[in-house]
């Protein structure tokens, strides 16, 4: 069972940057699709980044595009998401996600996902 815990939210400025990490134990990390969601309050979960296990390919929601960048160090169990130029539109809880599956490369679907942390806030103030 892979168990994920998200650090590195908060409260920032419009225009802003933050840094969110996410430590995943298990021991087969290297293999697993990696990926970060968040969730707007009264909004459905929505997908933001995914890298592949081997870090060769990574896909970004467009309203993110140019402003965040996930990255992981598999030495270390770690993904990351540095969010520069943050906006208000940015607020919301963000999540970590796993996925276990061979068949999953990268993920821009919940449904590819079968491990999740418990969600750090992101607040962004005007």
């Known amino acids: 069972q892979v168990q994920l815990v998200e650090s590195g939210g908060g409260l920032v400025q419009a225009g802003g940057s933050l840094r969110l990490s996410c430590a995943a134990s298990g021991r087969t990390f290297s293999t697993y699709a990696m990926g970060w969601f968040r969730q707007a309050p009264g909004k459905e979960r929505e997908f933001v980044a995914t890298?592949?296990?081997?870090?060769?390919?990574?896909y970004y929601a467009d309203s993110v595009k140019g402003r965040f960048a996930i990255s992981r160090d598999n030495r270390k169990n770690t993904v990351y998401l540095q969010m520069n130029s943050l906006k208000p539109e940015d607020t919301a809880v963000y999540y970590c996600a796993a996925s276990t599956r061979r068949t999953v490369v990268t993920g821009t679907k919940s449904v590819e996902y079968d491990a999740w942390g418990q969600g750090t806030q992101v607040t962004v103030s005007s």
């Open positions: 890298k592949s296990w081997s870090g060769d390919s990574t």
